[in-house]
């Protein structure tokens, strides 16, 4: 195993990388194997393959089994539901990030958050807010995944939680808006949107990918536990994005603006503050909102 620079935290014998076939997870992998990194994959999917040196890849459902392994290892945790709004399969999620916390061996931890922590709360985000009092089924359990793993470090681990803001990019599923207009370009369908005046904070998925390998890397080097937003930083309407991509796409006639209305409480405005981020991580987002949507444009519509 390649050695790491000696301000990092010590990651003999592997870095298990949870939900490593996932959008994020595949991009994550990349980055550590290429700082040299010996890698334990984890994911519930057949092996896709195409991996980078250093890595081996188990197939494993975490909510029915742990991965059981022997020495020290660190854990880079991207599996969660992709149903946000069941607070059962919430919970079950939460529940299997409780049982690995307790897995043996386990000495350090790259937690995935999320924005919906913040819950209502408006405007400039900070890591030291409490939490809305409106949270979704998803902020409510990752607020709490949070928590229990704060309360692990005062054994003596070290640990990182990264908040990232609204993602997007290449090979992104799911109905969240920009896989869904995109879809809705590619396909020539209607896609029906609320008014799209709220402000939000766009990431690219490679920038985030990045933020979290660094936060690995870096693990150790900024107290027990600490919490980081990954976003850039500035806010975007969502209108401009959306127009934006039918623009570029030719998509002007199917996309309607106010037909649907804005969720009840939504927030106006929301982005993150990444001061936290370039300080403890040395990192800062690098695509530009217009940069990554043109890309996924000319690959949606070529």
Same mark, same amino acid.
């Given at each position: 195993?390649?050695?790491?620079?000696?301000?990092?935290?010590?990651?003999?014998?592997?870095?298990?990388?949870?939900?490593?076939?996932?959008?994020?997870?595949?991009?994550?992998?990349?980055?550590?194997?290429?700082?040299?990194?010996?890698?334990?994959?984890?994911?519930?999917?057949?092996?896709?393959?195409?991996?980078?040196?250093?890595?081996?890849?188990?197939?494993?459902?975490?909510?029915?089994?742990?991965? $059981?392994?022997?020495?020290?290892?660190?854990?880079?945790?991207?599996?969660?539901?992709?149903?946000?709004?069941?607070?059962?399969?919430?919970?079950?999620?939460?529940?299997?990030?409780?049982?690995?916390?307790?897995?043996?061996?386990?000495?350090?931890?790259? $937690?995935?958050?999320?924005?919906?922590?913040?819950?209502?709360?408006?405007?400039?985000?900070?890591?030291?807010?409490?939490?809305?009092?409106?949270?979704?089924?998803?902020?409510?359990?990752?607020?709490?995944?949070?928590?229990?793993?704060?309360?692990?470090?005062?054994?003596?681990?070290?640990?990182?939680?990264?908040?990232?803001?609204?993602?997007?990019?290449?090979?992104?599923?799911?109905?969240?808006?920009?896989?869904?207009?995109?879809?809705?370009?590619?396909?020539?369908?209607?896609?029906?949107?609320?008014?799209?005046?709220?402000?939000?904070?766009?990431?690219?998925?490679?920038?985030?990918?990045?933020?979290?390998?660094?936060?690995?890397?870096?693990?150790?080097?900024?107290?027990?536990?600490?919490?980081?937003?990954?976003?850039?930083?500035?806010?975007?309407?969502?209108?401009?994005?959306?127009?934006?991509?039918?623009?570029?796409?030719?998509?002007?006639?199917?996309?309607?603006?106010?037909?649907?209305?804005?969720?009840?409480?939504?927030?106006?405005?929301?982005?993150?503050?990444?001061?936290?981020?370039?300080?403890?991580?040395?990192?800062?987002?690098?695509?530009?909102?217009?940069?990554?949507?043109?890309?996924?444009?000319?690959?949606?519509?070529?």
């Amino acid at each position: 195993m390649t050695s790491l620079p000696s301000s990092a935290f010590c990651l003999s014998p592997a870095v298990v990388v949870t939900g490593a076939a996932g959008f994020i997870g595949r991009r994550v992998v990349a980055h550590l194997a290429g700082a040299g990194v010996d890698i334990i994959a984890l994911d519930r999917v057949s092996d896709p393959g195409g991996w980078p040196a250093g890595v081996e890849y188990r197939k494993l459902d975490l909510d029915r089994e742990m991965p $059981g392994l022997k020495g020290n290892w660190m854990l880079v945790h991207l599996a969660w539901s992709l149903d946000r709004g069941d607070a059962d399969s919430q919970q079950e999620s939460l529940r299997t990030f409780a049982r690995l916390l307790g897995q043996e061996g386990l000495a350090g931890v790259v $937690g995935l958050g999320s924005a919906e922590e913040y819950g209502e709360l408006e405007g400039r985000l900070s890591e030291d807010m409490a939490p809305g009092l409106k949270l979704s089924a998803y902020g409510k359990a990752k607020h709490e995944a949070c928590q229990a793993l704060e309360a692990w470090t005062r054994a003596g681990h070290r640990a990182v939680w990264l908040r990232p803001f609204l993602v997007y990019g290449p090979g992104q599923g799911g109905n969240m808006v920009i896989p869904y207009a995109l879809r809705c370009a590619r396909e020539r369908k209607p896609a029906e949107f609320s008014e799209g005046f709220q402000f939000r904070d766009f990431i690219h998925v490679d920038d985030v990918a990045e933020g979290i390998a660094q936060a690995a890397l870096r693990l150790g080097k900024n107290g027990a536990f600490s919490v980081c937003n990954l976003g850039r930083g500035e806010p975007v309407r969502l209108r401009e994005v959306l127009e934006r991509i039918a623009k570029k796409t030719g998509s002007q006639a199917l996309f309607r603006f106010g037909a649907k209305p804005m969720r009840a409480g939504e927030p106006e405005e929301q982005y993150a503050d990444v001061s936290a981020a370039a300080a403890r991580l040395g990192w800062r987002a690098r695509i530009s909102w217009k940069k990554g949507i043109d890309a996924l444009c000319r690959e949606a519509v070529p």
